[in-house]
């Protein structure tokens, strides 16, 4: 359940024809009060002789009683509460209760209090009220109201769980702002999944994703077929932008137009600005990246990039940590906008959930995710990935770094007491290990059948690597689903020429793996990419050609030895 206040008005008379007529976008359903102060208070909506102008003298008493000078201007206290979508209809009877909990937990009417505030609830849709209240009480004096917000918030909470509602996670803030009940009832009238604010916070979420001017941003939203106006100042520079759906128009059949701010905190203009500007304190800024000549490419490019930004979330300050995140979001975002039909909808859900992670009140440090915003940008430029081949295997590979990177957002979130942002990470995770089952299917089974046809000779061989390196997980390691496949990655890295052990204990020491699903798969991806083995199986046939040291037998490993394991700085 969300209680909104609103900005205080002046003119009671405006928000009660607004609460009774038909609504900004849409007609509202029987409007009728629910509540009020007074059980005798007159309903402009189910009452024929009442009129709107005899609920507005009723409220506004107290404050005409008072002297012209001592008449607040701004008299008007506006609060809505909305239930969520998911949650049953309640009756009148339940949000009448539920008005008169909020107007006691504000302060305008604590209970008992004869002389409070005069206040009425209307209720004109199935998921919400409204209560307006006129700020000068009975008695003269003016209510009490400090922290009026957060207390709304607070029973809230508690209306939930006496109401059996969906419980919200406390905010801070800096979510998006959430439909309203009008452009809901509007998205339905005309079949749309999704209202035009959703639509166009998504679109414009993924334009930014990877720019690297202004110039860019605004072709990316031109060619995402979104209207765009820009609000320029007399210099000639542009101060803002609003944009729309061409579909989406008002009663007079005009465009709908939206700011950025509108959509979420982060996608104003000058929000968006500080992404393309790093900060003047920026000593770890990352060289650019080689430009992606490819998805596969690229998706490698964003594998690093993670680990990279897994360990700045490791050991990093928060305002560092805070840029890491939030460029998280763009590989997401550009990820989602690239991805193959079989991991599109779920890297587009991940996405959309992670959105509301990428925000808090920590500032993030521009400029110190250089390498997550340069990955974000291969990915776009570097086209639509296939659904088979190296693409897809790099796509698992890139997901499987990714999910250990969310989660260790999430968990600095959890530490720092982000409640939403540390849901929505966690909610993100789940899309994406949805997605890597379905990019890494093809590639994890072509593994475990050439696994499965190694001689017994090199499966001993190479558990014992496993064995040495792992000592305390080597049991499970060796019992996963996936132990095959890892022991066909491992004896791809010894014709390689690296040394299976070696990699095994340099894989484990970058981080633990105790909380993965399947210890094997999350080897096999950091195997392949440190060791620079193909991602997809089927392209590792050509490793004789390019002349790499092939051993066919464990015995002759013993008489030759290994080359030590190839640690060239990409690797690291």
């Not at 490698?300 to 990039?305: E, P, S, Y």
């Not at 997980?473 to 299976?500: C, F, K, M, V, Y």
């Not at 046939?541 to 190839?566: D, E, F, L, M, W």
């Amino acid at each position: 359940m969300i209680p909104r206040i609103h900005k205080r008005g002046s003119e009671t008379i405006g928000l009660i024809r607004y609460l009774y007529g038909p609504g900004t976008h849409e007609e509202h359903t029987d409007p009728h009060l629910v509540a009020a102060f007074d059980p005798l208070t007159p309903d402009p909506g189910r009452d024929p002789q009442a009129t709107h102008k005899q609920l507005q003298r009723l409220l506004d008493q107290p404050v005409n009683a008072l002297p012209a000078g001592r008449r607040p201007k701004k008299h008007v206290w506006h609060l809505s509460v909305r239930a969520a979508p998911e949650d049953p209809v309640l009756s009148d009877e339940d949000w009448a209760a539920i008005a008169r909990r909020m107007v006691a937990a504000t302060g305008i009417a604590p209970d008992g209090d004869q002389t409070a505030c005069r206040w009425a609830a209307v209720r004109h849709a199935d998921d919400h009220i409204h209560i307006i209240a006129t700020l000068v009480r009975d008695d003269g004096r003016r209510p009490r109201l400090n922290n009026e917000a957060r207390r709304a918030q607070t029973e809230a909470r508690h209306v939930e769980a006496d109401y059996g509602l969906r419980r919200v996670t406390p905010g801070d803030g800096t979510a998006a702002k959430r439909p309203t009940s009008a452009e809901r009832h509007k998205a339905d009238r005309h079949r749309r999944q999704r209202t035009p604010r959703e639509e166009l916070r998504e679109t414009v979420r993924r334009s930014v994703a990877g720019t690297a001017s202004e110039d860019e941003f605004f072709d990316r939203l031109a060619t995402a077929g979104l209207l765009t106006r820009r609000r320029i100042a007399p210099s000639g520079d542009t101060l803002g932008y609003t944009v729309a759906l061409p579909g989406d128009r008002n009663a007079k059949g005009e465009p709908v137009f939206y700011s950025g701010s509108k959509l979420a905190p982060d996608l104003s203009l000058p929000h968006i600005r500080e992404r393309w500007t790093p900060t003047s304190d920026d000593t770890t800024q990352q060289p650019a990246l080689p430009s992606a000549t490819g998805p596969a490419s690229a998706r490698r490019h964003a594998t690093n990039a993670a680990w990279q930004a897994l360990l700045v979330i490791d050991h990093g300050n928060d305002n560092v940590i805070a840029a890491q995140i939030a460029a998280t979001g763009e590989v997401l975002d550009a990820l989602a906008q690239t991805s193959a039909a079989h991991t599109r909808h779920e890297l587009q859900a991940a996405a959309t959930a992670f959105e509301r992670a990428s925000r808090s009140h920590t500032r993030a440090a521009r400029g110190h995710d250089h390498a997550l915003r340069q990955a974000a940008r291969d990915l776009v430029h570097s086209g639509p990935a296939l659904g088979r081949g190296e693409d897809s295997a790099t796509t698992a590979m890139a997901l499987d770094m990714l999910i250990f990177l969310i989660t260790a957002a999430a968990h600095w979130h959890a530490k720092k007491q982000h409640a939403q942002q540390a849901e929505a990470a966690q909610q993100a995770a789940e899309h994406l290990r949805a997605a890597y089952q379905a990019a890494a299917e093809h590639p994890m089974a072509l593994l475990h059948q050439r696994g499965a046809r190694l001689a017994p000779a090199w499966q001993r061989h190479h558990a014992t690597a496993v064995r040495q390196a792992l000592p305390e997980l080597a049991d499970r390691i060796l019992t996963e689903p996936g132990w095959p496949a890892l022991a066909a990655t491992l004896n791809e890295a010894q014709s390689a020429g690296h040394n299976p052990t070696t990699l095994l204990t340099e894989a484990a020491r970058r981080r633990e793996l105790e909380s993965a699903d399947q210890i094997g798969d999350v080897l096999v991806w950091r195997l392949r990419r440190m060791a620079d083995l193909p991602a997809d199986p089927e392209n590792s046939q050509g490793q004789r050609a390019h002349g790499t040291r092939v051993v066919t037998s464990p015995k002759r490993v013993a008489q030759i030895g290994t080359r030590p394991t190839n640690t060239s700085p990409r690797q690291r």
